[in-house]
């Protein structure tokens, strides 16, 4: 089935290490976004890309790293984990962006102990 | 002003009920609205588009009022599988094209 998809759906890692979330499309949608949602913040908006090659910051981007070398792919790294990015993660994209719907992956929940 | 304000609830209402959401929104540019419904930590779905004043789905009826800059969700003839978290969602295009999400209402409907 066609759709967005992430990995791992769960993860619990230690301070200090490094963790890559995988999130991948088949509709070849152009924008793709990264969210974290956390109890009271609702979800915030890490980073996103209008295409292959093209991110840009959200509005909490700090200690995060993204890329886009295909269209379908856009992983999430956090280079030195914290406790404080303990969160669910979601992925989603869209067709173009701005005022289009985005549609969302099954998130990913990563402990950080 | 937050970019979109939601109130958090949680409303509690009976089976059967009509229930109504109001969503502001401070960037008066914008064009489309969106409403979203979660389900307990789960992946945000899409409910509903607003590209002009309205929209109508069966029981869900949003609206737009521009010059207040707000939207509502009406929910009528409440089901107990309505019980969720509604999200206002609005595009921002000032430095990002990206959509601004509220933190959204509870609700839950009781037998």
């Known amino acids: 089935d066609a759709g967005i998809t992430q990995s791992p759906r769960y993860k619990i890692t230690e301070t200090g290490r490094q963790v890559t979330l995988m999130c991948h499309q088949t509709w070849s949608h152009s924008y793709m976004f990264w969210y974290r949602q956390d109890l009271g913040h609702g979800l915030r908006l890490i980073y996103y890309?209008?295409?292959?090659?093209?991110?840009d910051k959200g509005e909490v981007p700090d200690g995060y790293v993204v890329s886009r070398s295909k269209t379908e792919n856009f992983p999430l790294t956090l280079e030195s984990a914290t406790r404080s990015q303990t969160s669910v993660y979601f992925c989603a994209s869209s067709e173009w962006g701005g005022n289009q719907p985005q549609h969302f992956g099954d998130g990913t929940r990563l402990s950080i102990l | 002003r937050k970019e979109v304000e939601q109130d958090p609830g949680p409303f509690n209402v009976p089976e059967g009920a009509t229930v109504a959401f109001n969503c502001t929104y401070s960037n008066s540019a914008s064009q489309s609205f969106f409403w979203y419904r979660q389900d307990c930590r789960k992946e945000p779905k899409l409910l509903m588009s607003?590209?002009?004043s309205g929209n109508e789905d069966g029981r869900f009826t949003a609206q737009l009022n521009r010059a207040s800059q707000y939207i509502s969700l009406l929910i009528r003839d409440s089901k107990l599988s309505d019980s969720a978290t509604y999200l206002c969602?609005?595009?921002?295009?000032?430095?990002?094209?990206?959509?601004?999400f509220g933190s959204g209402t509870r609700l839950q409907v009781q037998p």
């Open positions: 890309s209008a295409a292959a090659d093209i991110t």
């Open positions: 607003v590209y002009s």
């Open positions: 969602v609005v595009p921002f295009y000032t430095g990002r094209r990206a959509l601004t």
